[in-house]
């Protein structure tokens, strides 16, 4: 990929809101290049903005165009859909554990379905970025029998294993102490000096007032519209 070419475009795209009690999008049109990204302030009851299903090509636009590296997710095959999202890393605003695998194999199960990385050395690299966001190891127990934290922390680790072009970031400081928080934005601010590009949804004021993202772009909500807004905080 050449360091000019997008990772990820909106182009007057219209978004269906998650539900009838939250704000779609009206218009968007974003890009991210290698190294950038767009830093969201979300107002209390409208977190759940569209923005990151239609990112990952799993809902189409109402109208507009999404592309993922220059092409409209809806032109492509169903396998080109997965070898892309395949390099999609998500914290999502809402529980996505499967239930029945326990959180290290939910946690390496992309890269054990897309990639053909020793199981060995993908399972190393989930423990490892673990210990850099504070916990001692993959928890291996199911999702159920941990607390809120623990599973925002691996959900942190889901996203960023195996190095992927694009993070989407729902809210990923919900229930986690201010005090973890560096860590998240130092291994994304890694991540994009590496590349790749990323979106973060926030609601709290350390991430929005981080001088780390100084340079970036930020946008705040106004209706059903996302309002550029420069360094200014909305």
């Keep these: 990929m050449s360091g000019t070419e997008n990772i990820l475009e909106f182009k007057q795209a ?55 590296r220059g092409r409209p997710w809806a032109a492509m095959p169903p396998m080109e859909e997965l070898a892309a999202r395949a390099a999609i890393g ?18 390496t199960l992309s890269q054990r379905h897309h990639t053909l990385r020793p199981e060995s050395e993908i399972m190393a690299e989930a423990d490892r970025l673990a210990a850099c966001f504070g916990l001692k190891e993959v928890p291996r127990q199911r999702p159920a029998f941990l607390g809120k934290r623990e599973l925002k922390q691996a959900e942190w680790v889901r996203a960023l294993i195996g190095q992927p072009l ?21 291994a994304v601010g890694a991540t994009l000096r590496r590349g790749a590009a990323a979106i973060w949804l926030t609601d709290r004021d350390s991430t ?19 309002v550029l807004i420069g360094g200014k905080t909305p």
């Design 90 to 107: 998500r914290v999502h605003e809402k529980n996505s554990w499967i239930s029945n695998l326990n959180v290290s194999e939910n946690v």
């Design 14 to 68: 219209d978004l269906a809101g998650a539900d009838s009690g939250h704000a779609g999008l009206r218009g968007l049109s974003l890009s991210l290049s290698p190294g950038r990204m767009a830093l969201i302030r979300v107002e209390a009851g409208n977190e759940q903005l569209p923005i990151a299903d239609a990112a990952e090509g799993l809902a189409a636009p109402l109208a507009g165009t999404v592309l993922w």
């Design 166 to 186: 694009l993070l989407l970031l729902e809210r990923p400081e919900a229930g986690v102490p201010e005090e973890n928080l560096p860590r998240l934005a130092e």
């Design 208 to 226: 929005w007032n981080n001088p780390a993202w100084s340079g970036q772009i930020r946008y705040g909500m106004q209706g059903g519209n996302l």
